[in-house]
Nanobody
Framework: QVQLVESGGGLVQPGGSLRLACAAS????????MGWYRQAPGKQRELVAT???????NYADSVKGRFTISRDNAKNTVYLQMSSLKPEDTAVYYC?????????????WGQGTPVTVSS
Protein backbone atom coordinates (compact mmCIF):
# COMPACT_ATOMS: atom_id res chain seq x y z
CA GLN A 1 0.00 0.00 0.00
CA VAL A 2 1.01 3.55 -0.62
CA GLN A 3 1.88 5.71 2.36
CA LEU A 4 0.71 9.30 2.48
CA VAL A 5 2.08 12.19 4.50
CA GLU A 6 0.28 15.52 4.67
CA SER A 7 1.84 18.85 5.46
CA GLY A 8 1.09 22.55 5.22
CA GLY A 9 -1.68 22.93 7.74
CA GLY A 10 -1.77 25.70 10.27
CA LEU A 11 -3.56 28.79 11.47
CA VAL A 12 -4.77 31.34 8.94
CA GLN A 13 -7.08 34.31 9.05
CA PRO A 14 -10.41 34.38 7.24
CA GLY A 15 -9.85 35.31 3.63
CA GLY A 16 -6.34 33.97 3.71
CA SER A 17 -4.81 31.14 1.77
CA LEU A 18 -2.98 27.95 2.53
CA ARG A 19 -1.40 25.21 0.48
CA LEU A 20 -1.53 21.63 1.65
CA ALA A 21 0.74 18.93 0.30
CA CYS A 22 0.39 15.19 0.28
CA ALA A 23 3.54 13.22 -0.42
CA ALA A 24 3.09 9.64 -1.57
CA SER A 25 5.55 6.80 -1.13
CA UNK A 26 5.16 5.70 -4.72
CA UNK A 27 4.34 7.18 -8.08
CA UNK A 28 0.98 8.87 -8.00
CA UNK A 29 0.73 8.11 -11.68
CA UNK A 30 -0.14 4.56 -10.58
CA UNK A 31 -2.96 5.70 -8.32
CA UNK A 32 -6.42 5.95 -9.82
CA UNK A 33 -7.73 8.71 -7.63
CA MET A 34 -6.27 10.95 -4.97
CA GLY A 35 -8.26 13.29 -2.88
CA TRP A 36 -8.54 15.53 0.09
CA TYR A 37 -11.06 15.03 2.84
CA ARG A 38 -11.68 16.97 5.99
CA GLN A 39 -13.19 16.29 9.36
CA ALA A 40 -14.22 18.74 12.01
CA PRO A 41 -14.63 17.64 15.64
CA GLY A 42 -17.90 15.82 16.12
CA LYS A 43 -18.60 15.68 12.41
CA GLN A 44 -18.25 13.04 9.75
CA ARG A 45 -15.33 13.12 7.39
CA GLU A 46 -16.34 14.72 4.11
CA LEU A 47 -14.89 14.89 0.65
CA VAL A 48 -13.25 18.14 -0.35
CA ALA A 49 -11.67 17.47 -3.73
CA THR A 50 -10.39 14.63 -5.88
CA UNK A 51 -8.10 14.28 -8.84
CA UNK A 52 -7.81 11.23 -11.05
CA UNK A 53 -4.92 9.74 -12.95
CA UNK A 54 -6.51 11.27 -16.01
CA UNK A 55 -6.44 14.72 -14.37
CA UNK A 56 -10.15 15.11 -13.96
CA UNK A 57 -11.14 16.93 -10.78
CA ASN A 58 -14.12 17.08 -8.52
CA TYR A 59 -14.92 19.51 -5.74
CA ALA A 60 -17.42 19.79 -2.98
CA ASP A 61 -19.89 22.57 -3.65
CA SER A 62 -18.73 24.39 -0.55
CA VAL A 63 -15.20 24.83 -1.89
CA LYS A 64 -15.77 25.32 -5.61
CA GLY A 65 -14.00 28.39 -6.87
CA ARG A 66 -11.89 28.62 -3.73
CA PHE A 67 -9.89 25.39 -3.62
CA THR A 68 -7.77 23.85 -6.33
CA ILE A 69 -6.40 20.34 -6.30
CA SER A 70 -3.35 19.58 -8.39
CA ARG A 71 -0.51 17.12 -8.63
CA ASP A 72 3.18 17.01 -9.38
CA ASN A 73 3.99 13.55 -10.66
CA ALA A 74 7.74 14.15 -10.51
CA LYS A 75 7.48 14.81 -6.78
CA ASN A 76 4.80 12.20 -6.11
CA THR A 77 2.83 14.95 -4.45
CA VAL A 78 -0.74 16.17 -4.57
CA TYR A 79 -1.59 19.68 -3.48
CA LEU A 80 -4.64 21.48 -2.26
CA GLN A 81 -4.45 25.21 -2.78
CA MET A 82 -6.98 26.89 -0.55
CA SER A 83 -7.94 30.53 -0.87
CA SER A 84 -10.65 32.77 0.52
CA LEU A 85 -10.68 30.59 3.58
CA LYS A 86 -13.64 30.69 5.89
CA PRO A 87 -13.98 29.69 9.53
CA GLU A 88 -16.15 26.78 8.43
CA ASP A 89 -13.14 25.38 6.57
CA THR A 90 -11.57 24.61 9.92
CA ALA A 91 -10.91 20.88 10.12
CA VAL A 92 -8.27 18.22 9.96
CA TYR A 93 -7.50 17.62 6.32
CA TYR A 94 -6.67 14.11 5.18
CA CYS A 95 -5.10 12.88 1.99
CA UNK A 96 -6.61 9.80 0.40
CA UNK A 97 -5.53 7.46 -2.35
CA UNK A 98 -7.52 4.80 -4.14
CA UNK A 99 -5.81 2.22 -6.24
CA UNK A 100 -5.74 -1.44 -7.19
CA UNK A 101 -3.37 -3.98 -5.71
CA UNK A 102 -3.50 -7.70 -6.49
CA UNK A 103 -6.75 -7.15 -8.36
CA UNK A 104 -8.47 -5.67 -5.33
CA UNK A 105 -9.38 -2.06 -4.70
CA UNK A 106 -7.28 -0.55 -1.96
CA UNK A 107 -7.36 2.65 -0.01
CA UNK A 108 -4.74 4.61 1.87
CA TRP A 109 -5.04 7.54 4.25
CA GLY A 110 -2.61 10.02 5.64
CA GLN A 111 -2.70 10.98 9.30
CA GLY A 112 -4.04 14.43 8.59
CA THR A 113 -2.93 18.01 8.92
CA PRO A 114 -5.01 20.50 10.90
CA VAL A 115 -6.26 23.73 9.39
CA THR A 116 -7.69 26.45 11.59
CA VAL A 117 -9.28 29.53 10.08
CA SER A 118 -9.72 32.16 12.73
CA SER A 119 -8.95 35.76 13.54
Amino acid sequence: QVQLVESGGGLVQPGGSLRLACAASESINSINTMGWYRQAPGKQRELVATITKGSSTNYADSVKGRFTISRDNAKNTVYLQMSSLKPEDTAVYYCNANFFANFFPREAWGQGTPVTVSS
